[in-house]
């Protein structure tokens, strides 16, 4: 069963942000207002002021009324003595799923559950394929006893396959990589999403796909692809449109997919935020959704 979100439990990561985003220098001196945090983190106010609280209490800022909230150098959080697992992510907490960090919650408890500690060592660089930046910034927060990657990119992988270090990917790991993985059957579903498509009598399909290249989406492609060229029927057509992160890209491919002379009749999106982008597209074009797309 899936435990379902709670308040208790949306504070506590808040709280892990605001630490976070404190201690990596995020926010130097002072934290910025109440607006500006709840629009940051995607949270409402009165999750915000708890945990503000929570931090307060704890000395890791000073809150005067009508005046800035001051960020305390001189209280530090010490660092627990049990023994570390380092989640590596090119991005903080805060800014992953929520699918994402309800399994890292998950997997904190086991490992405390163990004697273990979690420990997030967020950076941009560990999505990158110049990962030595990172891979250092790493190596100076700890002594850790294995590695956990996620969103990671084809040099990181490589980097700790070479290094012969206990690590695990939470998610894909690219062709030739020698380390175990957790993550959905991408090829199944790419294949399934396929015949899904085929079967409803779609042949000019639009696969949409972000950038990054991770490699759940490489493989999800590859057998989507591949599921789609096994019918035999020269009319199918797939278009493939590679998406930026900003949603002046997203809207500006997706309206030229939809004003072209022989506009997809089936998408497949992997992204939410390019499908919320999609579908309002779309509604405000009159297209219904599934009678006409």
């Known amino acids: 069963m899936l435990n379902m979100p709670q308040r208790q439990t949306l504070t506590k990561q808040t709280v892990d942000a605001l630490r976070e985003g404190m201690a990596t220098g995020i926010w130097k001196g002072f934290l910025p207002g109440e607006r ?168 000019k399909i639009a696969w949409m796909i972000p950038e990054a290249n991770h490699a759940g989406d490489m493989e999800t492609e590859e057998s989507f692809l591949a599921g789609l060229q096994r019918s035999g029927d020269p009319s199918v057509q797939c278009r493939i449109i590679r998406h930026g992160s900003s949603s002046k890209d997203l809207n500006q491919k997706i309206s030229a997919l939809l004003s072209s002379a022989a506009p997809p009749t089936a998408f497949f999106v992997i992204n939410a935020f390019a499908t919320t982008t999609l579908v309002t597209q779309l509604l405000s074009r009159g297209l219904r959704i599934p009678r006409d797309v």
């Not at 590695?147 to 062709?175: E, K, M």
């Open 36 to 203: 500006e945090l709840c629009s940051f983190l995607q949270v409402s106010r009165p999750t915000l002021r708890a945990s503000l609280e929570i931090i307060q209490r704890e000395g890791l800022i000073a809150v005067k009324q009508g005046k800035r909230t001051t960020i305390l150098k001189k209280r530090r959080v010490l660092r627990p003595e049990k023994a570390a697992v380092a989640l590596v992510s090119k991005l903080p907490l805060y800014s992953m799923s929520r699918n994402r960090i309800f399994l890292i919650d998950y997997m904190s408890k086991v490992l405390q559950e163990r004697g273990l500690r979690l420990e997030i060592v967020s950076h941009p660089g560990f999505g990158t394929n110049r990962p030595a930046r990172a891979i250092q910034h790493l190596l100076e927060r700890g002594d850790f006893r294995a590695f956990v990657l996620t969103l990671s990119s084809r040099a990181v992988q490589q980097w700790f396959c070479d290094n012969l270090l206990p690590a695990i990917a939470l998610g894909s790991t690219f062709p030739g990589m020698a380390m175990t993985s957790v993550d959905t059957d991408y090829q199944s579903m790419g294949r399934h999403a396929a015949g899904l498509f085929l079967g409803k009598g779609h042949r």
